[in-house]
């Protein structure tokens, strides 16, 4: 395991342990491939599966420039915001959230970890509700749309200031596993929610079957800009440790894209080993033709067994939802 940034190695924010296991070696980042390799670790007391040890606050930055935001993400903030298949994710999501309420105008949500505000765009114009939405990342939050009707915010939940605003609804999309501290951000979200108020985390799934079979290939490891890799246990661990006391639904979810994209990137090492921290390029007949039979592959293969998986709570993706109780003992 080597990187160039500083390095640390917390307790586990769920119980504090610091006694691990070994589970994954020779991680790397293989979407934005930045250099280092990463090991995943599980914790013995608890099971939650963390990247051990993992660039400090100052190094992460280092492992976000240029990824989530920045030059060429353009493509990224449209696909977000105006195209089909978002709205669709987006609605997606709101289907998997009615299996504990149904948003409406009386709602006031927040989206942490918003991005460019494609969810929240969705969110009000389907149900009404009020919306605001939080990042850490400055250049997705300048771009983010309908800023005259959401109420945006940079920073960490844990660190921004929202003065006396409470919310119904706290969505964590794909964002929890990049925090620092998950049941500190989790702890504050309880905090700023109204009694009987939802909470939504939707993670990768480290006990899928693709993250077994593609192990540091497995595309949603995302390394190491994923710090925590949940499993359905350790995430009911990680809301109960933050003082939610009722997981009112959990499933693994149907989000077809893990298994072919997981399989290119093995290919693509297998084939090529190109120099970590080499550009990707798709320009020889071979990059072609395999990028070809990935698609065709997609189809035939992914979104079927995804729908298989997803029945069988070994998909790549999963969903808790998470209410406060209407009389809350603050910690
Ligand atoms: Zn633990």
Redesign the pocket.
């Known amino acids: 395991m080597n990187a160039p940034v500083p390095l640390e190695a917390p307790p586990?924010p769920?119980?504090g342990?610091t006694a691990y296991t070994l589970a994954l070696r020779g991680a790397r980042d293989h979407v934005w491939r930045k250099p280092g390799t990463f090991e995943v670790h599980v914790?013995d007391?608890?099971g939650?599966a963390a990247t051990r040890p993992r660039p400090t606050a100052d190094g992460l930055g280092f492992y976000y420039e240029g990824t989530y935001s920045g030059e060429g993400e353009e493509g990224m903030r449209r696909f977000q915001t105006e195209s089909a298949l978002g709205r669709l994710i987006a609605r997606y999501r709101l289907a998997v959230m009615r299996k504990a309420r149904r948003l409406g105008a009386a709602d006031h949500l927040l989206d942490v970890g918003c991005s460019y505000g494609g969810f929240l765009r969705v969110a009000r114009k389907d149900t009404g509700c009020r919306t605001s939405g939080i990042d850490l990342d400055a250049g997705s939050i300048e771009k983010a749309v309908d800023r005259d009707v959401t109420d945006y915010h940079v920073g960490l939940l844990t660190g921004v200031e929202l003065g006396d605003r409470r919310f119904s609804v706290i969505t964590f999309f794909e964002s929890l596993e990049h925090h620092t501290d998950p049941v500190a951000a989790l702890r504050r979200a309880h905090d700023l929610l109204l009694p009987g108020g939802l909470c939504v985390v939707e993670v990768p799934n480290f006990g899928g079957l693709w993250r077994r079979v593609f192990r540091t290939y497995w595309l949603p490891l995302l390394i190491p800009q994923h710090l925590y890799h949940f499993t359905p246990t350790t995430l009911r661990r990680a809301l109960e440790a933050a003082g939610f006391q009722r997981v009112v639904h959990q499933q693994t979810m149907f989000l077809p894209l893990e298994g072919i994209a997981s399989l290119g990137i093995w290919l693509a090492r297998v084939l090529r080993s190109p120099p970590p921290g080499s550009k990707p390029s798709w320009r020889t007949p071979i990059d072609v033709t395999l990028a070809l039979a990935l698609v065709a592959l997609y189809f035939v293969f992914e979104i079927p067994s995804q729908a298989v998986l997803r029945v069988l709570g070994l998909a790549g993706h999963q969903t808790a939802l998470a209410i406060k109780g209407e009389s809350t003992t603050q910690a």
């Open positions: 586990c769920i119980c342990g914790c007391a608890c939650l």
